[in-house]
C-alpha cells in the first residue's frame, strides 16, 4: 500500500510559480509511475504529468506543456511539480497519484493510489 502526501499549494497572481510536493511512503517506487492530475468544480478530473521511476520518462498534458516540470528526489520518494507562469485556467485542486507498476497511461483510472489533494488558485 502506498500513501501520498501533497503540499505546496496556495494562491499566486497570474504569472507566478509555485512548487508542488509529493511525499510517498508504504512501498518501493523503483518501478513505479507517479503523476499529477488537477480538477476543477465542473470539470472531469484531467492528466496533468506524468514520471516513469524506472527510466526516467516524463510526459505533460499540452496544456501545461513548457510551463510545468516534473521531478523527483530520489532519497526522499518525493515528486515535485514545478509550475511557472501560472494562469487562472490552472486553478484547480491538484492531486497526487501513483501506479505500481510503469504505466503510460494518462488517465484517473490508469492509477491506483491517491493523495488527499491541494488546491493552487490562480488570480488574474
Known amino acids: 500500500q502506498v500513501q501520498l502526501v501533497e503540499s505546496g499549494g496556495g494562491l499566486v497572481q497570474a504569472g507566478g510559480s509555485l512548487r508542488l510536493s509529493c511525499a510517498a511512503s508504504?512501498?518501493?517506487?523503483?518501478?513505479?509511475?507517479m503523476g499529477w492530475f488537477r480538477q476543477a468544480p465542473g470539470k472531469e478530473r484531467e492528466f496533468v504529468a506524468r514520471?516513469?521511476?524506472?527510466?526516467?520518462?516524463?510526459s505533460y498534458a499540452d496544456s501545461v506543456k513548457g510551463r510545468f516540470t516534473i521531478s523527483r528526489d530520489n532519497a526522499k520518494n518525493t515528486v515535485y511539480l514545478q509550475m511557472n507562469n501560472l494562469e487562472p485556467e490552472d486553478t484547480a485542486v491538484y492531486y497526487c497519484?501513483?501506479?505500481?507498476?510503469?504505466?503510460?497511461?494518462?488517465?484517473?483510472?490508469?492509477?491506483?493510489?491517491w493523495g488527499q489533494g491541494t488546491q493552487v488558485t490562480v488570480s488574474s
Open positions: 514520471f516513469r521511476w524506472i527510466d526516467g520518462n516524463r
Open positions: 497519484a501513483a501506479s505500481p507498476y510503469p504505466i503510460t497511461g494518462s488517465r484517473p483510472h490508469d492509477y491506483k493510489f
Open positions: 508504504g512501498r518501493t517506487l523503483s518501478s513505479s509511475t
